[in-house]
């Protein structure tokens, strides 16, 4: 079993070249600006200090890579769509991130993370067209789900079924304020890392 709290920040870097020299498993945080993606890291690992948070968007820039148990790298992409003129941004996203996906053996899944509380953007949705075209394995995630009730939750999922043109989509609803829904994500990290 991993040991979650036993994550350490090792280094930024702004290409997959820059990665650790240690070759280990890879599980990739990624969403919108804002969306909860260094909070959950923070949460998955009980240290409020780990990953920088900020109110302000855009604040992660590069790729940040964490040890987890020295088994595991969480790694934490930059948000998408935060910017006024968020076609570069989108762009050099895009360019990291190909870069990123390319040949990568090390990944093992994608947390990709939505606000629960939102509806997908256009670059939600390419971003998940993206990952079904490529067989890039992910679990979609609704953050803030702490905001929802039941048909709350119901009414979502039939919402992003319509957005993302996909009737067997998957959500699996999370809340950094729920150490249940916390556990729960941890062991389905468990599972795809094994």
């Known amino acids: 079993m991993l040991n979650f709290r036993n994550t350490i920040f090792i280094k930024s870097a702004t290409e997959k070249n820059g990665r650790p020299e240690k070759t280990l498993p890879e599980v990739l945080f990624v969403g919108r600006s804002n969306v ?9 690992t009980d240290n409020s200090h780990l990953a920088f948070t900020s109110s302000k968007p855009g604040h992660t820039r590069l790729l940040n ?6 088994k595991l790298y969480f790694v934490d992409a930059p948000g998408y769509g935060f910017a006024k003129g968020s076609k ?10 190909e870069d990123y996906f390319v040949n990568n ?7 990709f993370l939505l606000d629960g509380r939102r509806q997908p953007t256009v670059e939600d949705i390419d971003l998940y067209r993206f990952f079904k075209a490529t067989n890039v394995p992910f679990i979609l995630i609704a953050t803030k789900s702490d905001k929802l009730n039941q048909s709350a939750k119901a009414k ?9 043109e996909d009737d067997k989509l998957s959500i699996l609803p999370v809340s950094i304020q729920n150490r249940q829904s916390i556990s729960s994500l941890a062991a389905t990290i468990e599972r795809w890392v094994k």
């Open 36 to 44: 909860g993606k260094s909070s959950l890291l923070n949460a998955l």
């Open 65 to 70: 890579y964490y040890s987890v148990d020295q």
């Open 88 to 97: 570069e941004g989108w762009i050099d996203f895009g360019k990291m991130m």
């Open 105 to 111: 053996s090390s990944l093992r899944v994608v947390l």
């Open 156 to 164: 979502l999922t039939r919402q992003w079924q319509n957005c993302f």
